[in-house]
């Protein structure tokens, strides 16, 4: 027959303790295997279920110890929010990935089409001139100074700044969760992108062909 009680003494560097029984009567010794496999730690003034035993020695002590404690409540997810904000946050990290794929083409088509040396320096500068004003933008809104308007940015995006302008809307916070300015922006990349693709590769030559220019 179990019996309930509140653990009054602990000590969990020995891992034994003693209960004293809702019934009333002389407390009793319980070690920590009468718990058997469990999350927490045994404390003192838990409320606990038990079984009356005794030792090898004939002595009393707590058998098929229960805890009749709530359960701690599990932690609670991820709120909408914060799932949408990751779900932001891992599209951003592999849209950084464009910036060496891009990398990638332009040395590809430099070996295959023999394009001019002026064009990595063309990205390169109007790719820093970006970050640059991205920083200033930033430092502007937080001192709620004179700011730079959305056109500025994304005219310097498509004229060959936007990986400058990825890398800091990445490192920078800046402009990184406004969709009408990041639907601008991409559109602003798929035509920078295009527009290199048809002019330093034979897919302009062959175009022009097509419609007979």
């Avoid at 229960?66 to 949408?84: I, V, Y």
């Avoid at 430092?139 to 709620?144: G, I, M, T, Y």
Wanted: charged letters at 20%.
């Amino acid at each position: 027959m179990r019996a309930n009680g509140k653990l009054i003494q602990w000590d969990d560097a020995k891992g034994y303790g003693f209960i004293a029984p809702d019934a009333g009567g002389a407390k009793l010794f319980v070690h920590i295997k009468a718990f058997g496999l469990r999350a927490r730690r045994p404390f003192v003034g838990e409320r606990l279920s038990y079984q009356p035993g005794e030792d090898a020695q004939g002595k009393p002590r707590a058998l098929k110890v229960q805890s009749l404690e709530p359960k701690p409540a599990a932690p609670a997810g991820p709120t909408a929010l914060e799932r949408e904000r990751s779900r932001r946050e891992a599209r951003r990290g592999l849209s950084l990935w464009l910036v060496p794929g891009f990398a990638a083409l332009v040395l590809i088509c430099q070996l295959a089409f023999e394009l001019p040396r002026a064009l990595w320096g063309a990205y390169l500068a109007m790719s820093l001139a970006t970050f640059i004003v991205y920083a200033g933008d930033k430092r502007a809104a937080r001192l709620n100074q004179w700011r730079v308007a959305e056109g500025t940015l994304h005219g310097l995006a498509l004229a060959c700044g936007w990986p400058g302008a990825l890398l800091a809307q990445h490192i920078l916070r800046h402009k990184s969760n406004k969709p009408e300015f990041l639907r601008l922006f991409w559109l602003t990349v798929i035509v920078n992108v295009l527009g290199f693709i048809v002019i330093f590769t034979p897919v302009g030559a062959r175009l022009l062909a097509y419609f007979n220019v």
